[in-house]
Each structure stands twice: as C-alpha cells, then as structure tokens.
C-alpha cells in the first residue's frame, strides 16, 4: 500500500520506518527542511521509560494559579483570545484527579516499557549512530513532602515492572558527586538505572539515511495545505506544490494536525506547550552528571550526551501555553540558564550556550492520540507532548499493526481518539 506519512520527527520517522518494515510503500512529506527539525530538534534527550506520569497530577490545578502569574515558573500562562486555549487549560484541569493519575501513569508505564522494546529492536536491526548510552535517571528532590509523594509513585509503578530506589541526600551525592552543588537542599531522589539518553535530531537524521536506504521517499520543504477526500476517504493531500495521492495517510505532524483535520469536523484535543532547551559543551575539566538528572523543584531536566563528536549537557525546562510561538523570550531563558548553572556550576561552559524553543503538541490528560480519525484512510499518530523521543517508537508500532489489520500488542483503546474520559474535548466526524 502506499502510504503518506505527514511529519519527519520522531513520531513521523518511527511510523515511517515500522510501515516500511510491513512492506508498505512510504512517501515522508515535512515543511522543514529536515528530518526532526521541529519539535525533536533540541528536547530533552531522554528516553525515560519510567517516567511518564502526566503533567495532569493532583496538586498540579492548586499550583497552576500561582506559577501562571509567576514569570519565573516551570508552568506559563500567555493568556489570548483564543478558544482552543481555554477548552485545553479547563480539560487539562479536569484530568488533575488522583484517579485519571494513577490510571493514566499505568497506561503510560505500558507504553513505555513496549517502546523501550522497539527502541533496543531497532538498534538491533540498524546501525543508528544518536549518542544514545544507558546511563540511569536520577530525579532529586528539596522537600521532603514531596519526595515522600514521589516514593508512593514508585510503589504504584513497581507493581507495573517499573525497578526503581528510594535514596536519601547522601546516597544522591554518592551516586552522582556532580550534585555537590545541591548538598544543603537536597532532601532525596529516585533512582531508575534503566533509563537512557540520545539525541531525537540525530535519531531521525539517522533513521531517513537507513529508510532512503530501503526505498521511503522523503518531500521536505512542502507543507500539507489541506487533506483530499473523495467518496468520504482520504486519497492525499493537497500542498503549494501541487496534490500527492496515497491509499492511505498518517498524520504524525505535532500541532499541526490540529489544522488539517478542522475542516472535516475533527477536532483534536492538542495545543502546543512551548518548551525551551539549552546546549552546551563539556570538556574534560568540567564536572557535568553522568546521569541523567531532573530537579524536581525548577521541573528542570539534564541530559549528558557523549559521542565521538565531543560531550555535550542538554538541559531543558519549562512550559509555556502560548499558543504556535516559538519565540524564545529573554526572561525564560535567563531564567532557565540561571536555576540550571546553580544546580551544576561547574558542568560546562554556560556562556557558550545554544538556546532553542519548541512545540510539544499535547493532549489534556497527557497520552498521545493513535490509530482511527475517523476517516477512512486517515490515521493519526500524534500528541505525544513532552514524551515523544520516548513513546514514538511504541505509538509507531501499534499504529502500523492497526493498519496491516494485526492484533497490536497492548490495548489501544485509552489512547483512541474518542476514548473515555475525553468526550468533552473531542468533536466526531461532521
């Protein structure tokens, strides 16, 4: 079958390579010039399997007031004239219960492990140079309340496969002698030694070099104007260009689906959260974590990528609901930079750092959107949020054994477009 895969990040390349691995004919069509030039670009650099708890947590609507009034907060509020804005925030706030918590962390501790699966399958059939080391995560901890809520995650998550630690301060600082820098605040962590790093840039870069390889035909540069139907199925699209046909799409293109399915009288529950990374360089003299490290407190997360290019320390942080802007305002990343140096001053060079912004296209109860649109012809893989580089290879795979007519591996259903507990937010087909 031939197939139009709309978007060349992660998600759009995993699909792309897993529909090509079931013998389909695969056309990649992206508005960047390059794979992974968008919302993969410069993320956080994790695959953290384990840590896929929704931003949607208890507590999290008692603070939300206070940070979207706080300029320096890990969570932003641009408040604008825009509907899709409010209907996302109130969804969002809805899905802050103890009860859509615990029943989405478990859905996505499923996700997670089967994507960690793929990952190492994939690395087993592909020679894929990403920076990619399994060095472990450690998410440390400066109040003691909160630490405590953490352990009880961990217990829930144990019961799920999930192999994770309890540690106080000392056995933190012992772990990781990087941390110094945190010893009169730190009240603990939870250690996972399974998890991994890579880079989500080079990982799609690599994945079109062996997908042209193997026949997939790459249009970049070409945006996907609006979805062709005919007799009520999807048959292409139509771009500046002109129509590309297909016996079948997938739309794997972040936000941006939001726009393209509109027309039709589908109306995804996505809006884009504006994250911000930094890049830096590390040399030998420098004292950068050998693990991958998330503060809690700033909601800050470090990720040391070593290859024979040289160590770089990828830091990322924050949310901001401001609609499709990427600019990078000033404030944020000066705030940004400033928590993270006093987390790890001698880690790099921080006057050397590369900023980047990007588009986390999510949905309000944090799982990603697969399978059906509604339809015929027209498949979704999107609203993976900040856990793309992680769920992507999993989401790719459920999505082409739905397409070949295969039993997927897990239960798609809580990840379906209409399912339960997302009424509110989703329109059917007109």
Known sequence: ?????????????????????????????????????????????????????????PGVARKALGWMLDAEAPLRLEARVDPAQWRWLLDFLRCC?????????VELLGLGA??????????????????????????????AKELAGAAAVVRLQARHGSEQQVLDAGECLALEPALEALRGVLAGGIHTPSEEVGDAHRFCQELQRVLEAQGTQFLFGRK???????????????????????????????????????PHGIRLP???????SLTLPVEPWHSAPRLSITDAHHK??????????????????????AGE?????????????????????????????????????ATPDGKPIIGPSGIPGLWLN???????????????QLLADMIDGEAPALDVAPFALQRAGTAQSVAATA
């Open 325 to 361: 802007n990427t600019s990078q305002p000033t404030r944020r990343l000066a705030t940004l930079a400033r928590q993270a140096e006093a987390a790890f001053p001698a880690a790099a060079d921080w006057s050397r750092a590369k900023s980047w912004a990007g588009l986390r296209p």
């Open 114 to 143: 089967y994507s960690r699966r793929m990952v190492h399958r994939l690395m087993q059939r592909e020679a894929l140079d990403f920076a990619w080391r399994m060095n472990g995560k450690l998410v440390v901890y400066r109040d």
């Open 97 to 105: 219960t103890a009860e859509r918590f615990e029943a989405t962390t």
């Open 382 to 396: 999107v609203g993976h949020g900040a856990l793309g580089f992680t769920l992507a290879p999993a989401t790719a």
């Open 1 to 57: 079958m031939r197939i139009l895969v709309i978007g060349a990040g992660v998600a759009g390349m995993t699909a792309a390579y897993s529909l090509t691995q079931s013998g389909h004919q695969v056309t990649v069509l992206d508005r960047e010039p390059l794979a992974g030039n968008g919302a993969s670009f410069a993320n956080g650099a994790q695959l953290s399997y384990s840590y896929v708890a929704p931003l949607a947590a």
């Open 300 to 321: 800050i997360v470090f990720a040391p990528l070593q290859d024979r290019g040289g160590h770089q320390l990828r830091v990322a942080g924050m949310v901001d609901l």
């Open 224 to 262: 996907a104007l609006r979805v062709l139907l005919s007799g009520g199925r999807a048959v292409g699209v139509e771009t500046m260009e002109g129509p590309l046909r297909a016996d079948a799409l997938v739309l794997a293109g972040g936000a941006a689906a939001v726009h393209l399915l509109r």
């Open 270 to 276: 996505i809006y884009p959260l504006r994250g911000y």
